[in-house]
């Protein structure tokens, strides 16, 4: 078992940049596989980055490519979601995510974390 916390969130012009971290409880954190996912106002939870357990691979959705950078510190126990040129449809709730499947499976993850506001204003 392990206990998700994020942070960084906030109100944020168009352009601007936010960093979100996500807190893991216990001390096995560095064998999870971490995400972060995102929903909307009126629509679906949507993946936005993952993460492998050493952090040599990472996947992220083609609408944040290129502006959105996921990493993490196991020494921390925390993971990272910069997140650069914020555009207003970034605006969203933002969970971290994280279990011990495989980096490549489809599976929905196991530990979710209560979520992190993000508003970008246009």
């Known amino acids: 078992q392990v206990q998700l916390v994020e942070s960084g969130g906030g109100l944020v012009q168009a352009g601007g940049s936010l960093r979100l971290s996500c807190v893991a409880s216990g001390r096995t954190f560095s064998s999870y596989r971490m995400g972060w996912f995102r929903q909307a106002p009126g629509k679906e939870r949507e993946f936005v980055a993952a993460i492998s357990v050493g952090a040599g691979s990472t996947r992220y959705a083609d609408s944040v490519k290129g502006r959105f950078t996921i990493s993490r510190d196991n020494a921390q126990n925390t993971g990272y979601l910069q997140m650069n040129s914020l555009k207003p449809e970034d605006t969203a709730v933002y969970y971290c995510?994280?279990?011990?499947?495989?980096?490549?499976?489809?599976?929905?993850?196991?530990?979710w974390g209560q979520g992190t506001q993000v508003t970008v204003s246009s």
């Open positions: 995510a994280a279990d011990r499947q495989s980096f490549w499976s489809g599976r929905t993850y196991d530990f």
